[in-house]
């Protein structure tokens, strides 16, 4: 009598977990909610041959921020070492892809005054500078173009040009060029962030839609 109790037990807990099982595996099957785009982003080469000396240097500084300020903005950002056409359309190496089409430098004074008390000088002026880069967003997969992007960024700060250091048995003058490079960098700091802002902006509307 027991036996044939405990029997019919262990056959409702087969039945019961059967039932578990197949409501499971259908709730998998008829899954309809839609995937979450990834957000790996690749930053490629610039594809414009030049030879002009301000257009790379401010290719230069904004492909090198551009990575680090899209990480900032939450992508999983990398650097590609290929331009656009050299890329494989149907990839699935990268969600999106950015590239700097063109860009534009410069850094000029705007007048300067020599500070000197008899031993130690410095020669301080104002230094305007600028960086403007054009970029374009494209899909990872079909490599279509979703969007593109004109910055402009422009900082007037005054700068230190030399130091100097003498007295009536000698005089040292050194110019100290890496503040005036790191101004240039930080503009184009500026221009990669609103560009990292943008991206981010225009994927986030693409995945609403």
């Not at 610039?46 to 992508?75: H, I, M, N, P, Y």
């Amino acid at each position: 009598m027991m036996v044939s109790v405990m029997n019919r037990i262990a056959s409702r807990f087969a039945l019961l977990s059967l039932l578990t099982l197949a409501v499971a595996s259908s709730s998998f099957a008829f899954d309809t909610s839609k995937p979450h785009r990834g957000n790996r982003i690749g930053v490629l080469l610039l594809s414009q041959r030049t030879t002009d000396s301000s257009e790379l240097r401010a290719a230069s500084a904004v492909r090198g921020a551009l990575t680090e300020e899209l990480r900032k903005a939450g992508f999983d950002a990398f650097e590609v070492p290929a331009t656009y056409d050299q890329l494989a359309r149907d990839s699935d190496d990268a969600d999106y892809y950015v590239e700097v089409i063109s860009t534009d430098g410069e850094m000029h004074d705007r007048g300067s005054i020599d500070v000197d008390d008899g031993h130690v000088g410095a020669d301080v002026g104002i230094l305007v500078t600028r960086v403007a880069a054009q970029l374009r967003l494209y899909d990872g997969h079909s490599l279509e173009l979703v969007d593109r992007f004109d910055l402009s960024h422009r900082k007037v700060a005054p700068t230190l040009h030399a130091v100097s250091v003498g007295g009536r048995h000698g005089f040292f003058s050194m110019a100290v060029p890496w503040i005036r490079n790191a101004q240039y960098r930080g503009v184009a700091r500026d221009v990669a962030g609103e560009a990292a802002s943008k991206i981010s902006a225009t994927t986030r509307t693409g995945e609403e839609h």
